[in-house]
């Protein structure tokens, strides 16, 4: 019999065994996704094919649930993580405005990486700093009452810092 060779680091391969011993398994397949994701920052295709033969579901199941909620990411996060808060409270104070000038400035659109791998671009709701609205968090630098005038700046500041993601 012929041994399969995972890519998969082996205690993720031990978590799945282990799911696969216990009742419904393959109701397992969000908190392995969520393993796989946590160790590798995203969930390619090879790893969800991996994860579909362990857990013996459908490539197409994994496929399924990974492009279905939203937390899961299929390309490779950049080395800062833009999010930019699209809540009611900065939408009204021109959060789309300033998203439209990080599209700009990086040629990219929403769930993104830049070319180089720098850039990551999300969107995301409400981050709890209404008063500062509208909001951007690089990483887990929080920027308040920004502007689209300011992208470009804040832009330079992050490359300029080359900050560890």
């Not at 909001?135 to 804040?154: A, D, H, L, M, R």
Request: with cysteine; aromatic share 10%; proline share 3%.
């Amino acid at each position: 019999m012929e041994q399969t060779t995972y890519t998969l680091d082996q205690d993720i391969q031990d978590f799945i065994s282990n799911c696969m011993t216990l009742e419904h398994p393959e109701s397992y397949l969000i908190a392995v996704l969520h393993k796989v994701q946590g160790r590798y920052g995203y969930l390619s295709e090879k790893h969800m094919d991996e994860v579909a033969h362990l857990l013996q579901v459908p490539t197409s199941t994994v496929f399924g649930v990974a492009t279905f909620y939203h937390f899961f990411r299929l390309k490779p996060a950049g080395k800062f993580k833009i999010s930019i808060c699209l809540g009611t409270a900065c939408f009204v104070k021109g959060a789309d405005l300033v998203l439209d000038a990080f599209k700009t400035e990086l040629g990219c659109s929403l769930g993104d990486t830049t070319s180089d791998g720098m850039f990551s671009l999300e969107g995301t709701r409400c981050l709890g700093v209404c008063a500062l609205a509208p909001v951007v968090t690089i990483n887990e630098q929080v920027f308040g009452n920004v502007k689209p005038t300011q992208v470009s700046e804040i832009l330079n500041k992050m490359k300029e810092a080359k900050v560890e993601a």
